[in-house]
């Protein structure tokens, strides 16, 4: 999209305009956008409200911005030639936390595209930290005095260190004079220095020993070297290797090895081990040392809480004794973990529940996977052959949305189970799909949920989109009786009362040559009140795929909602009251008037 030789009269955004209410979970994404040779100009019969600033763009919004969620990532804006009767010729930003979001990543390159230090105009891009309400109520001259130029926000006091393979640790790490490991006394003396800190990874480096981040102004951040490289650098981590994180790091661009000379235990590559922990990981990978080898830790183990965010990440090949990312929240936080890719995930033994990923939570937290792909992840003999959940505090929430689980299996659960006791929602939405999953001695081929309703409301589990295709649930040898069933979904439910209404809602679901050993091809229910729930809505609507059309039968028992008979001389058999119904409409109110009777 281009926005060339545009203005703007009497307003903001020569090229474009962008007002975001960034507590909806809104998402824009500035890619292969140009604001060329724009125009804002300013209605000069008025001061307020305030006009004439961003010449090219003017983005603001309500609420507070996230910088883990990167919502606005500005990295491929091209900015040329505009020009603004006030303020940012090119680019204006009105929000709260203008300041956070030039500190992502480095030297602002989410924030300034084309826009290059020491050579561009400063006056390109400035902004303000205020919402778009109080900027509206502004004049020219309070505006002036609390603008800045957005260069100064990231442009810092910082220490940096850079690192090669070819180099010794008695350097003095600059640029010209590398050191070999993480582990040089520079590097570890100043870890929580309060400027900014960077460490530059020319090619790979190690780490052998526990580097403690406490600092929680700005993130230590690690990242690959030259910055205008996509080539992933290496950081090994030997067997007492990992870093201990109670404040904010950031890795970028990096490759984690996990040393494979022995069955490692207990110690996870990367700890957050705290509340104030911000774990912040881009475009990273996950691998061990040597194909084939197993390893028995973490890649991340996420403790207590914090506020954290792994996107673009690829994990490939790999076999422990533990997850790949886990996660026991006690405390507030979150997790988003976006457009990644985990593969050929191979959790061994019994001991812990899930292949790629295990998450507790007990407190105020969410996890949300967005846009993650999951492909011949195994939790052999446990449950969750991708992931395994408990959700254990109604403040809880976990959200899938556009992720696939292909081809992954365990016990029960083959692509994913979820335990939530008295806990808050589970949603999946935005087309999710679970294809050729397998519960290979036990429940659920495809998913696994077992549901706890007690003294809160807040315990659902919901399904807005999402296929369940060609999934298989296996009875197992020592389990005759109880194993084999819901080769797509299995669902129990603990508990005497009816699951609130709309609170256990598989409209969404879309199913689709499933199979299981003992029954219940694509979903199996178990719960006490099995047919109050059907019966909630039209035709079992919360129950079943609802592109499937449901047709009647003239049986013995026929003639209740979701029994409807076929024909009119059968069903008049036992009531003088008839209800005609062809499933063809959604909801209750588009079948009124529209239902079919056929005379014959």
Not at 39 to 48: L, P, W, Y
Not at 104 to 119: F, H, R
Request: charged residues 20%; contains cysteine.
């Amino acid at each position: 999209m281009t926005a060339e030789d545009c203005k703007c009269i009497k307003g903001n955004g020569g090229g474009i305009f962008v007002s975001i209410d960034f507590g909806n979970s809104s998402e824009f994404k500035m890619v292969n956008i140009s604001a060329l040779r724009c125009r804002a100009q300013a209605d000069t019969t008025k001061d307020v409200p305030p006009t004439g600033y961003g010449g090219g763009i003017f983005l603001t919004g309500y609420g507070d911005y996230d910088s883990l969620s990167k919502m606005l990532d500005f990295r491929k804006m091209k900015i040329y030639g505009n020009i603004a009767d006030k303020a940012g010729q090119s680019l204006y930003v009105a929000m709260i936390k203008v300041l956070d979001w030039c500190k992502q990543g480095t030297a602002g390159e989410y924030v300034k595209g084309n826009y290059s230090d020491g050579i561009s105009n400063q006056n390109e891009l400035q902004g303000i930290s205020l919402n778009y309400n109080t900027f509206n109520s502004f004049s020219t001259n309070t505006i002036i005095s609390q603008q800045n130029y957005l260069y100064n926000y990231w442009n810092v006091i910082k220490v940096e260190y850079y690192v090669n393979s070819t180099r010794n640790d008695a350097q003095q790490c600059t640029q010209s004079n590398p050191c070999k490991t993480l582990e040089a006394s520079a590097i570890i003396s100043n870890i929580n220095n309060n400027n900014a800190y960077f460490v530059y990874i020319y090619d790979s480096t190690s780490i052998n020993n526990t580097a403690v981040i406490s600092q929680t102004v700005t993130p230590r951040t690690f990242r690959n070297y030259p910055l205008d490289s996509t080539q992933l650098s290496s950081i090994l981590i030997r067997s007492a290797g990992r870093f201990n994180i109670t404040g904010k790091v950031r890795f970028q661009l990096i490759n984690f090895t996990m040393e494979s000379t022995e069955l490692q235990k207990k110690l996870p590559g990367i700890y957050g081990l705290s509340q104030s922990a911000q774990i912040d990981l881009q475009d990273c990978e996950f691998h061990t040392q040597s194909a084939g080898s197993q390893i028995g830790k973490c890649f991340i183990y996420l403790e207590k809480g914090g506020n954290h965010a792994i996107s673009n990440l690829k994990s490939k090949d790999i076999s422990s004794e533990e997850n790949s990312i886990k996660i026991d929240f006690s405390q507030s936080g979150s997790i988003r973990i976006s457009d990644s890719q985990f593969e050929n995930i191979t959790k061994i033994g019994s001991r812990v529940d899930g292949g790629a990923i295990n998450a507790i939570l007990e407190s105020s937290n969410i996890l949300n996977i967005k846009d993650c792909k999951f492909t011949t992840c195994k939790a052999q003999d446990t449950f969750g052959g991708a992931i395994c959940a408990e959700i254990k505090s109604s403040n809880a929430q976990i959200t899938l949305t556009r992720t696939q689980f292909l081809q992954c299996y365990a016990q029960s659960g083959g692509g994913l189970s979820v335990i939530n006791d008295e806990g808050g929602p589970f949603i999946i939405e935005n087309s999710c799909i679970f294809k050729d999953c397998n519960a290979n001695a036990g429940n659920g081929g495809g998913i696994y949920i077992n549901l706890e309703y007690g003294l809160t409301d807040q315990t659902s589990f919901i399904i807005r989109d999402a296929l369940i295709q060609d999934c298989q649930a296996a009875i197992s040898a020592s389990n005759l009786k109880s194993t084999g069933f819901g080769g797509g979904i299995f669902i129990g439910v603990n508990g005497n009362d009816v699951p609130p209404s709309m609170s256990l809602d598989l409209k969404g679901m879309k199913i689709y040559n499933n199979s299981a050993t003992q029954g219940g091809q694509s979903l199996y229910v178990v719960m006490d009140k099995l047919k109050d729930w059907c019966e909630y809505g039209l035709l079992g609507e919360y129950v079943k795929d609802r592109n499937q059309e449901q047709y009647g039968f003239d049986t013995f028992d026929c003639g209740e909602t979701i029994y409807p008979c076929e024909t009119i001389d059968k069903s008049g058999s036992h009531t003088d009251v008839l209800k005609i119904m062809k499933q063809m409409y959604g909801t209750p109110q588009q079948i009124q008037g529209q239902a079919e009777m056929k005379i014959m």
